[in-house]
Nanobody, 118 residues
């Protein structure tokens, strides 16, 4: 079955950095567009960053210039490098996979907590 397993979350001080990883199994990773979403308490889940199967990226305005999404197809893994973290970045971060041609075929990870606090 399909599994997306996130790791790398934790507690970090404002201005610090974290790198999230999402390891996929059960899918042909190279034909999936991958994304990172986040959900803060009392808020809707929002798209943070996305990378297509071809490597094109886009980001929500609030993280532009601070976060970088990347993928390594040989390892079936997508990453989110988060720098200059702010308390407003505190949320559960979820990995998402969407088939590049059959967009009804989509999967979610279980989420990893990121807390930015002094």
């Amino acid at each position: 079955q399909v599994q997306l397993v996130e790791s790398g979350g934790g507690l970090v001080q404002p201005g610090g950095s974290l790198r999230l990883s999402c390891a996929a199994s059960g899918i042909i990773f190279s034909i999936y567009d991958m994304g990172w979403y986040r959900q803060a308490p009392g808020k809707q889940r929002e798209l943070v960053a996305r990378i297509t199967n071809g490597g094109s990226t886009n980001y929500v305005d609030s993280v532009q210039g601070r976060f970088t999404i990347s993928r390594r197809n040989a390892k079936n893994t997508v990453y989110l490098q988060m720098n200059s973290l702010e308390p407003e970045d505190t949320a559960v971060y979820y990995c998402n996979a969407v088939h590049s041609l059959l967009q009804t075929r989509r999967y979610w990870g279980q989420g990893t907590q990121v807390t930015v606090s002094s």
